[in-house]
C-alpha cells in the first residue's frame, strides 16, 4: 500500500518537474481579452452610434485618469478595465473605436453596446445599439482584420487562448418586461416562464461564442435589479429593495448557472464560469458600512427620490466623494463598488465563481503547452 502510493507520488513528481520544466510560464505575456454586453461593460462604442444611451458628457469619467467622459458608464474604470488591470492587460479599446488597428488588435477588442439584452426587442427606445447578433458581426469581422494582421493560424490561436467576458440579462427586465405596468412581454409570459425563454435564448448566444473560437468565458448574472437607485426611486415606498425584480433575478440567476453547467457537459470542457453578480452586490449593499461606503441606496450622480430618478448629468446632484457612495448613477455601481466585485471573480469561492474563480483558470490556463 504505502510503497504503491511513493511510487505514484514520484511519477506525479516527476510528471510536474517536466510540465514546469517544458512549459515558461507566462512567456507568451499578457493575456487578449474580449467583451460582449450592455452598459455594465460598454467602453465606449455608444459614442459612435445613433443612440441616446450614452455617456459621453461630464461628470461621467470623472475619476478617470483624464478626468473626461469616455463612454464608460462609471466614475472612472468599469469592470472590463479592472479585469484587463488584474491580468496586467491594457485595457481593451472599443471596437468602433478608430483607434484599434493594426497591432492593437492583439490586445482584444470590446464590442458591448449600452442598452441592449438578450432578446432583440430590448432596449428599442435607444435606437441605434448593438444587439447580440450585430456584436457578433463585428467579432467575425475582427477575426478577419487580425488574421490579415498576423496570419490566420496565430488569430485563431489568439483567439482560442483569450478570455471572454459576457454580461446581459439587465435591461431586459428593466427595459422590457419591467419597463412599463404592462408591457407585450409581460403580457406574454410569467416572470418564471419569461426567465426560462431567457435562458433559452441566453444559450443560443453562448453557442455561437463558441463557434467562433471563444474558450473561456465569464458568464454575469444579473445583480440585484431590485435594489439600484433607479428602482427604489420609482417602485419602493421606504427604500426597500422591490420584490418583484429581486425575485426575478433569484430565479434567472440560478437558470444561468444550470445553463452554463449544461454547455460545459455537451462541449466535454469548462468554457463557461458563470459569475454570481447578485450576490457580490448584495455584499455591500446589506452592510454599505462595511465596505467603507455611506450608503448603498443613493445614487452618486443623479436627482430626485434616491438621486434615482433621470439619467447623470452636469446639472444633477453629484456626491463629493465617489468612493463612498457604492453607485455612481441610478444603475451602475461606482468604480470602487466594481473593484469588490472584480475581487470576487478573481478569487471568490465556487458558490460566486461557477466552477472556478479566475485565478485557477489563471493558473490552469498558464500550464497548457
Ligand atoms: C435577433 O435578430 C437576428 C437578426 O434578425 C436574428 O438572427 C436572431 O435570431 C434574433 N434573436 C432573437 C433572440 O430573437
Ligand atoms: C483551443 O483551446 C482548447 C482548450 O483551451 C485546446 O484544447 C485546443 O487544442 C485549442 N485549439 C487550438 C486550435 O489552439
Ligand atoms: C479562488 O482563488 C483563490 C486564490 O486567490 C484560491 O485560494 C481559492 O481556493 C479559489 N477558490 C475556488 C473555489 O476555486
Known amino acids: 500500500m504505502m510503497s504503491g502510493t511513493r511510487v505514484v507520488l514520484m511519477r506525479l513528481l516527476s510528471l510536474v518537474v517536466v510540465v514546469t520544466f517544458v512549459c515558461t510560464k507566462g512567456a507568451e505575456g499578457a493575456r487578449a481579452f474580449f467583451v460582449f454586453g450592455d452598459s455594465l461593460v460598454d467602453s465606449g462604442n455608444n459614442d459612435y452610434l445613433p ?109 482560442n487562448g483569450t478570455l471572454v467576458l459576457v454580461t446581459l440579462g439587465g435591461n431586459d427586465f428593466v427595459n422590457n418586461y419591467f419597463l412599463t405596468p404592462v408591457s407585450a412581454r409581460s403580457r406574454q409570459f410569467t416572470v418564471p416562464q419569461f ?62 448557472v444550470q445553463m452554463t453547467r449544461q454547455i460545459n457537459s455537451q462541449v466535454g470542457s469548462e468554457v463557461f464560469v458563470a459569475v454570481n453578480a447578485f450576490q457580490m452586490n448584495m455584499n455591500f449593499i446589506t452592510d454599505p458600512q462595511r465596505f467603507g461606503f455611506v450608503t448603498s441606496k443613493i445614487a452618486c450622480c443623479g436627482q430626485g427620490r434616491f ?33 469588490f466585485i472584480v475581487r470576487g471573480i478573481f478569487s471568490g469561492t465556487s458558490d460566486i465563481m461557477t466552477p472556478m474563480n479566475l485565478s485557477t483558470i489563471m493558473a490552469f490556463d498558464s500550464n497548457i503547452c
Open 51 to 159: 443612440t441616446t444611451a450614452r455617456a459621453d458628457s461630464p461628470p461621467y469619467g470623472t475619476d478617470y485618469p483624464t478626468h473626461r467622459p469616455t463612454g464608460r458608464f462609471s466614475n472612472g474604470y468599469n469592470l472590463p478595465d479592472l479585469i484587463s488591470q488584474h491580468i496586467g492587460s491594457e485595457s481593451t479599446l472599443p471596437y468602433l473605436s478608430p483607434q484599434l488597428s493594426g497591432q492593437k488588435l492583439l490586445v482584444g477588442a470590446n464590442f458591448a453596446s449600452a442598452g441592449i439584452g438578450i432578446l432583440n426587442d430590448t432596449g428599442i427606445q435607444f435606437v441605434g445599439i448593438l444587439r447580440m447578433f450585430q456584436q457578433f458581426a463585428l467579432f467575425e469581422q475582427y477575426q478577419q482584420r487580425l488574421s490579415a494582421e498576423v496570419g490566420a493560424a496565430q488569430a485563431k490561436r489568439l483567439v
Open 195 to 256: 426567465c426560462r425563454y431567457l435562458i433559452s435564448e441566453y444559450r443560443n448566444i453562448l453557442m455561437r461564442l463558441y463557434e467562433l473560437g471563444a474558450r473561456r468565458v465569464l458568464v454575469t448574472g444579473t445583480g440585484p435589479l431590485g435594489c439600484v437607485p433607479s428602482q427604489l426611486a420609482t417602485r419602493s415606498r421606504n427604500g426597500e429593495c422591490v420584490p418583484q425584480l429581486q425575485e426575478a433575478s433569484q430565479i434567472f440567476n440560478p437558470l444561468l
Open 307 to 339: 438621486n434615482g430618478l433621470g439619467t447623470c448629468t452636469a446639472v444633477s446632484n453629484l456626491c463629493p466623494n465617489r468612493d463612498t457612495y457604492a453607485f455612481w448613477d441610478a444603475y451602475h455601481p461606482s468604480q470602487r463598488a466594481l473593484g
